[in-house]
């Protein structure tokens, strides 16, 4: 991160490694997917829930709320195995991957202090700075060994004292995507809410590894393979970036269920190709595109580019499991023209670009799926908008007993162009867009969004 300098005011207090109960779990290597192999070598992902708990104390918590914690971690991961496991080279082909989990593979969790930030702040809707949440977030291990096992998940809970809790997550999204990721965080909750017992009832979903009913494409898979070490290899071959020059800030930007039917009948109106009923995710992505055009500067490009993740699981033939664990995610790719999207019609362009792009590809999901991960590198310098996280994932509805989180944040979109997205917590039907970058550009961006709004 770029910027002054900051000491960061999280002490750590413990640290462990929690594993399945002894015994319970067999060893075993899970074949990744080819939907796998797309993040095997690009992408971490790192969330944080901020609980409020106004009469917690730090000494408290590491007596008692921590210990059930680390004990209903334990039951949870004996349903979740494979996010105590490595991901590692197949012993069958060392050109292939697989996780594997062996007895006694574990998942470290920190247990921390905040006792100087201000709370409050932490989880308003105005900008915060990228430093102050960053050391909420744990560092994933280096690998183990010389034959470079990757750990897979670590987690933080971090102490307000008087204020609340945060739980901060860093994922390596080889091991599952944000449906798959959001049935673990939710089950672990659940588990930890009944105090224990009996673990299959209280898990959500109880999951599924065969990376089988996502189909077998073992083309695909060694094409996404021999894309990924290129992408690899390039970057090995590039110079380190400089810092950047201006503070990284992180702001969310709420969209109401009125502004959202306020954007349905504009965009409804329009006489253009937007499906009978414009969605939710479709008005969303549409304004917020056109918002970072202005705010990154890209009026007068005659061509701009954003990408956004679709779950496959409905869409692939036959539909995949809903209890299914992996990654069952691809891309969908848009594309407009700069000044066409910010002009007086800008939002319905985009909203018909994204239902087109849509409906095209669930006629045939898997159409172009060898060009995901070539396009997303051809597109890097051209500041692609992407999205993490979906309102579907129900992130507010996560229930430790401690009531609903008070917010949430997907702070990995600080490490490139993306958006986050989630449900509003303050009411059905609204959303909530997770918006970072450079200060200037969010400040820029927010003026561009509520002005947007005011003229509606």
């Known amino acids: 991160m770029a910027g002054a300098a900051t000491t960061t005011a999280v002490r750590e207090i413990e640290r462990l490694r929690v594993s399945p109960p002894p015994g319970s779990v067999s060893s075993t290597n899970i074949e990744l997917s080819y939907f796998d192999v797309l993040w095997v070598g690009i992408h971490l992902v790192t969330r944080l829930f901020f609980f409020r708990l106004p009469d917690v104390s730090t000494h408290e918590f590491q007596q008692t709320q921590f210990p059930a914690l680390v004990e209903a971690l334990s039951l949870a991961l004996k349903i979740f195995y494979p996010l105590a496991g490595r991901l590692t080279r197949s012993p069958d082909d060392p050109d292939d991957f697989v996780i594997s989990y062996v007895d006694g593979d574990s998942v470290p969790i920190t247990l921390a202090e905040d006792s100087t930030t201000d709370f409050e702040i932490l989880i308003g809707n105005q900008m915060r700075d990228a430093e102050q949440l960053r050391p909420l977030v744990p560092a994933l291990p280096e690998p183990e060994d010389p034959d470079g096992k990757q750990p897979l998940l670590a987690l933080q809970l971090t102490v307000f004292p008087g204020s609340g809790v945060c739980l901060g997550i860093i994922l390596h999204h080889t091991a599952t995507d944000g449906t798959g990721f959001a049935n673990f965080v939710?089950?672990?909750?659940?588990?930890?809410?009944?105090?224990?017992?009996?673990?299959?009832?209280?898990?959500?979903?109880?999951?599924?590894?065969?990376?089988?009913?996502?189909g077998d494409h073992r083309q695909l898979k060694r094409d996404f393979y021999e894309e990924a070490k290129r992408v690899a290899s390039r970057k090995r071959g590039e110079p380190v970036p400089r810092p950047r020059p201006a503070r990284l800030v992180l702001a969310?930007?709420?969209?109401?269920?009125?502004?959202?039917?306020?954007?349905?009948?504009?965009?409804?109106?329009?006489?253009?190709?937007?499906?009978?009923?414009p969605s939710t995710f479709q008005l969303t992505f549409a304004y917020t595109w056109v918002c970072s055009i202005k705010a990154r500067g890209l009026t007068e490009r005659e061509r701009v580019h954003a990408a956004f993740a679709a779950d496959f699981r409905t869409r692939l033939r036959p539909p995949v499991p809903v209890n299914f664990f992996g990654n069952c995610i691809g891309a969908i790719f848009v594309e407009g023209s700069g000044p066409e999207l910010s002009g007086k019609e800008g939002i319905a362009v985009g909203s018909e670009?994204?239902?087109r792009a849509t409906?095209?590809?669930?006629?045939?999901?898997?159409?172009?799926?060898?060009?995901?991960?070539?396009?997303f590198v051809e597109l890097a310098s051209e500041r692609i908008l992407s999205v993490a996280a979906s309102p579907r994932l129900r992130a507010y509805?996560?229930?430790?007993?401690?009531?609903?989180?008070?917010?949430?944040?997907?702070?990995?979109?600080?490490?490139?162009?993306?958006?986050?997205?989630?449900?509003?917590?303050?009411?059905?039907?609204?959303v909530e867009i997770g918006y970072g970058g450079p200060q200037p550009e969010v400040e820029l961006f927010a003026s561009v969004f509520e002005e947007g709004l005011g003229c509606m």
């Open 186 to 214: 939710k089950s672990w909750a659940s588990i930890f809410k009944a105090g224990g017992g009996d673990v299959a009832s209280a898990a959500k979903t109880v999951p599924s590894f065969d990376r089988a009913v996502v």
């Open 252 to 277: 969310t930007f709420p969209l109401t269920r009125s502004h959202l039917e306020k954007l349905r009948g504009l965009v409804s109106s329009s006489g253009r190709d937007v499906g009978p009923r």
């Open 353 to 355: 670009l994204v239902h």
């Open 359 to 375: 409906r095209e590809a669930w006629e045939d999901p898997m159409r172009d799926a060898v060009s995901w991960i070539t396009r």
């Open 397 to 430: 509805e996560t229930d430790f007993g401690w009531g609903p989180p008070r917010k949430t944040e997907v702070t990995s979109i600080l490490n490139g162009g993306a958006i986050s997205l989630a449900e509003s917590r303050e009411e059905p039907g609204g």
